[in-house]
Antibody, heavy 119, light 106 residues
Framework: QVQLGESGGGVVQPGRSLRLSCAASGFTFSGYVIHWVRQAPGKGLEWVAVIWFDGSNKDYADSVKGRFTVSKDNSKNTLYLDMNSLRAEDTAVYYC????????????WGQGTLVTVSS | SYDLTQPLSVSVALGQTATITCGGDNIGSKNVHWYQQKPGQAPVLVIYRDNNRPSGIPERISGSNSGNTATLSITRAQAGDEAAYYCQVWATSSVIFGGGTKLTVL
């Protein structure tokens, strides 16, 4: 059974950093493209970042480019999102989501972790 | 950038058919995917590549895509279908979501 589980969320001050993790189980992690998607309170879904199967290729939404870094450790079946220079508008539930087919849709989602940026 | 437009809300009577649209420039040339999200839960894929259902999704839920509009249809609407629905495409080398539609079952 495919499972994704995010952790690392919490309250952080503006300008500080935070690392989110996404632990995967039940599938060949190295064979999937994995994304981060976020959802601000009461708002819609916003794509954040993507990392390819072997971690060689990455891309980011303009809103986080230069501040967020996505990485993965296939040996630990874990995905990371390093978030720097956090802003109030980064406050959201962050989901990791897996694309098992390469068709750029998400057939598996984690339960999400809440990041609150506030002084 | 590429924009997807969804109505903020749609209402449907119990047992009737709900239709949720997703508008985009020549969206018919793209693969459209749909997610259902209930309050406090993660999204769930309900339609992929325009009109395909993942296992476990009832046949009451279907999709179509042509021209400038993709459509999600839910026949024989049930109380359990009440949720937010999001369309999604891959465009301009990026994942794009529609703004979401809140479906209310009356």
């Amino acid at each position: 059974q495919v499972q994704l589980g995010e952790s690392g969320g919490g309250v952080v001050q503006p300008g500080r950093s935070l690392r989110l993790s996404c632990a995967a189980s039940g599938f060949t992690f190295s064979g999937y493209v994995i994304h981060w998607v976020r959802q601000a309170p009461g708002k819609g879904l916003e794509w954040v970042a993507v990392i390819w199967f072997d971690g060689s290729n990455k891309d980011y939404a303009d809103s986080v480019k230069g501040r967020f870094t996505v990485s993965k450790d296939n040996s630990k079946n874990t995905l990371y999102l390093d978030m720097n220079s956090l802003r109030a508008e980064d406050t959201a539930v962050y989901y990791c989501a897996a694309d098992s087919n390469g068709w750029n849709y998400f057939d598996y989602w984690g339960q999400g972790t809440l990041v609150t940026v506030s002084s | 950038s590429y924009d997807l437009t969804q109505p903020l809300s749609v209402s449907v009577a119990l047992g009737q058919t709900a239709t949720i649209t997703c508008g985009g420039d020549n969206i018919g040339s793209k693969n459209v995917h749909w997610y259902q999200q209930k309050p406090g839960q993660a999204p769930v894929l309900v339609i992929y590549r325009d009109n395909n259902r993942p296992s476990g999704i009832p046949e009451r839920i279907s999709g179509s895509n042509s021209g400038n509009t993709a459509t999600l249809s839910i026949t024989r609407a049930q109380a359990g279908d009440e949720a937010a629905y999001y369309c999604q495409v891959w465009a301009t080398s990026s994942v794009i979501f529609g703004g979401g539609t809140k479906l209310t079952v009356l």
